[in-house]
């Protein structure tokens, strides 16, 4: 039927009218979000066979308006479109999410395309405008159920009726789900903090690591106790957020699977956050909280051994020393020779090379003095007797030094000298084939290792003290080493920079990456760390293992008992002795065969 247009003139305008009085208080809404806490561009999406009830009717009025009313850049998307946008884009992003009607099922795609923009975006602000379409519970349980399986924490819907009644919706999950219904005004908090009290909330958690990170016991009620880094950060956060940290899958206290381990359960969701800290795969700091420790991986070695005490005799002269005393002798063989020929003393071709009276007088022994000799020789004689004296004090201090406090062998200056050394790097197999992983220069020290795949035994092995071994050594752990060698009378093993196979690895909490406890977790690091609480709990770990029963106030050194001079302590000498008993035998025997071959000489010439 028709209607002259003078009919449809009214209704037109009111309905314009009414489209832009909702189009003026939704605006005004995302201007308040927007004073609230700025965002820098805002993300509209919409189904793509869909479109802005205000588009129908003004065109492209309602995004113009989103731009020149925010003063901010709009970018639309819709089902089909999935982009990384943290990856190019700022995290300081509002969403607004078009629903034609209040059939979740027929916006499936659109909720999947947005969690995927969003992805390590998820806690920041969505909002939801359903137009057209009236305020449905059922709706509204179904839409926010499916925000927080996926972990769209803030988030908040507006129905048609948005501007008459000026009520919006959202959900707390915290302590239990349940929805929001609240009105808007200009005064009011939008989006409110919503970790900024728990209330109780049960946070699923499982823990895992190794001393002194994670220090596990039970008290005497047989509660089970956490201390360490790890322990101390967990109770930090349970006091902070006003949570309650349950294991779904409860661990024994004294013995935690390795931090490694834990990351499939934070993966697949069977858990909220892990309690276990460690290194991202090729650095790769997605799916990890900020890092908590800055780690260098280097080898801890024991100290250098004492040299045998039969090296004594020889250690005492130097090469260096022993020449220049072997050349001064000289020169006061030839000074003494030729003073001896000047003043008419008869004098032998060897006294020039080495003067009996000067080597007897080097070794404390006497020695004759010609009659009535010149000053000029009693002086030479003063001088080896001063030069006596010297050498034999000189020995003496050094080898009453030696035996009280006795020299080291040479220190380990290259991986060379480790790898041609008997001592093995014990490390263990996971911890090994990332460190080969990264560092292919290091499998020509292959022999240097010995793997133990077992991460039980190898932190037995590492905490037993042995010398017989060197150990893969985390700074983490060398400062409860440090604290405990205190106690020992002297220490056994040694850390030493140049020997970091890595520098400042950071160590983080594994965290889905699309966990809403990330960033409360990254906060609580911060203030922990500007706090100088993680500094002072990675102290307090070695009396903590104590008060657990790990570890004991003993010392587990050596003791230095009295040792008496033992026969192969002379082992040298022995072998000096029989060179020079072999020696003088030799120039004896030479000396008879000599006498026989002029004998025979002079009875032949006799015969003839």
Known sequence: ????????????????????????????????????????????????????????????????????????????????????????????????????????????????????????MTTTRV?????????????????????????????????????????????????????EQRNYNSQSIIFPNRFKDLQGHRVRMVIGGSAPRIIGYYDKQGRAVYKGTVGHFMD?????????????????????????????????????????????????????????EQMHWCLMLPLERDIPPAEYYINVFELAAFLLTLVTLVITSVTLATALQQHGYQVQPMDFLMHENCLR?????????????????????????????????????YFSAYVTSSPKEPPYRSYDDVLASNIKVVAWKEEYNELIGRLTSLKKYEPMFYIEPSFTKYLSMRDSFNTDFGYMMTTTK?????????????????MRDDFCFFNNVPFGFPVHENSIYMQPIHDLILDVTATGLISHWSKSGFMELVEAGELHLTDLSPPREFRAMQLQDLQYIWYGFAFMAALSSSVWLLELFWHWLNRKKRQKLTNQ
């Open 478 to 494: 060398w400062v409860v080493i440090h604290a405990q060698q205190n106690v020992f009378t002297r220490p056994l093993f040694r």
């Open 361 to 397: 007088g080097a070794l404390g022994q006497s020695f004759y003095e010609v009659l009535r000799a010149p000053i000029v020789v009693r002086a030479i004689y003063v001088q080896i007797c001063v030069l006596g004296i010297l050498l034999t004090a000189w020995y003496n201090s």
């Open 236 to 292: 930090a956060f349970r006091q902070k957020y006003n949570c309650k940290l349950v294991e779904p899958y409860p661990a024994n206290a004294t013995a935690f699977a390795p931090s490694t381990d834990v990351m499939a359960a934070v993966r697949n969701g069977s858990v909220d956050i892990s309690m276990a800290i460690t290194f991202p795969y090729r650095l790769n700091l997605r799916g990890f909280s900020y890092p908590i």
């Open 1 to 120: 039927m028709f209607r002259p247009w003078w009919i449809w003139c009214p209704l037109l305008c009111t309905v314009m009218a009414t489209i832009g009085q909702n189009n003026s208080q939704l605006l005004q809404l995302l201007s308040s979000i927007k004073k609230e806490d700025n965002f820098e561009y805002l993300l509209l999406m919409k189904n793509h066979n869909g479109s802005f009830m205000m588009d129908q009717e003004l065109g492209q009025n309602f995004v113009r308006s989103l731009m020149d009313t925010l003063q901010t850049p709009v970018m639309q998307f819709d089902e089909r479109t999935s982009y990384f946008l943290y990856d190019k884009q700022s995290s300081r992003v509002l969403t607004v999410v078009c629903f034609q009607g209040t059939e979740l099922i027929n916006h499936e795609g659109l909720l999947k395309a947005l969690v995927a923009n969003l992805r390590l």
């Open 127 to 179: 909002v939801f405008v359903v137009q057209p379409g009236e305020v449905n519970e059922t709706f509204l349980y179904k839409l926010f159920s499916h925000c927080w399986k996926v972990n769209l924490l803030n988030v908040l819907a507006v129905f048609e009726d948005y501007v008459m009644t000026h009520i919006f919706h959202s959900y707390n999950p915290f302590p239990r789900f349940q929805l």
